[in-house]
């Protein structure tokens, strides 16, 4: 069984200030996949980033970085230079490649608040 | 734009109403899911469907079933709707040609049982 575990509730950061969101995950399976979303009050989900277990290189969209630690089993989302409008819950999430683990598990997610 | 819908958007009904939330996707692509998320709990996987003839049962699909029309089709029933079914459900899809096969979310339905 997959597991996914954001122990931060909520964070709050200084608008331009970067801040690391916390990821741990727990699977059995060789090759998975690791995905950060980002959900704002009006609702929708909107993905982020994505790392491949395999991936010798951490990924980096924009603004987003994702600090995969693979012996620590740990998938921490960097966001730089924070503005307000990131402002949001985001959402961890990782899939397997194989049988049931091909679904999508989810984090409990992390209230971010971007202070002026 | 290629996207995914969800009708209704929102929701009242009675408990043990019958009902029906549809999502169409013009992404072509063939992965189709059903979630629901509560407050605290994330998203929670209900059903998913591979392709048209591939309906998977998921983590939380007891009191749920669903019906794959088509492939840009994936409809979610309640039969008998109770209250704790009270929610926000979000329809998704994915393209399994790609590696990531990065799932591209509905804008969700917030349904209210009463």
């Known amino acids: 069984a997959q597991k996914i575990t954001q122990t931060q509730p909520g964070m709050f950061v200084q608008e331009k200030e970067a801040v690391t969101l916390d990821c741990t995950y727990d699977?059995?399976?060789?090759?998975?996949?690791l995905f950060w979303y980002k959900q704002p009050s009006s609702g929708e989900m909107i993905f982020l980033i994505y790392?491949?277990?395999?991936?010798?290189q951490n990924a980096t969209e924009g603004r987003y970085s994702l600090n995969f630690q693979k012996a620590r089993k740990s998938a921490n989302l960097v966001i730089s230079a924070s503005q307000l409008g990131d402002s949001a819950m985001y959402f961890c999430?990782?899939?397997?490649?194989?049988?049931?683990?091909?679904?999508?598990?989810f984090g409990s997610g992390t209230q971010l608040t971007v202070l002026p | 734009d290629a996207d995914v819908t969800q009708t209704p958007r929102n929701r009242i009904t009675k408990t043990g109403k019958r009902i029906m939330l549809e999502c169409s996707q013009t992404?072509?692509?063939?992965?189709m899911y059903w979630y629901r998320q509560d407050p605290g709990l994330g998203l929670r996987l209900i059903y998913y469907?591979?392709?048209?003839?591939?309906?998977n049962k998921g983590e939380i699909s007891d009191g749920y079933s669903v019906s794959r029309q088509a492939q840009a089709k994936f409809s979610l029933s309640l039969e008998s709707a109770i209250p704790n079914q009270t929610a926000l459900y979000f329809c998704?899809?994915?393209?399994?040609?790609?590696?990531?096969?990065?799932?591209?979310f509905g804008p969700g339905t917030r349904l209210t049982v009463l």
């Open positions: 998704a899809t994915s393209d399994a040609g790609t590696g990531k096969d990065e799932q591209f």
């Open positions: 699977t059995s399976d060789q090759s998975y996949g």
């Open positions: 790392q491949g277990s395999y991936d010798e």
């Open positions: 999430a990782m899939r397997g490649l194989s049988g049931s683990a091909r679904q999508l598990t």
């Open positions: 992404k072509g692509h063939d992965r």
């Open positions: 469907s591979f392709d048209v003839k591939d309906i």
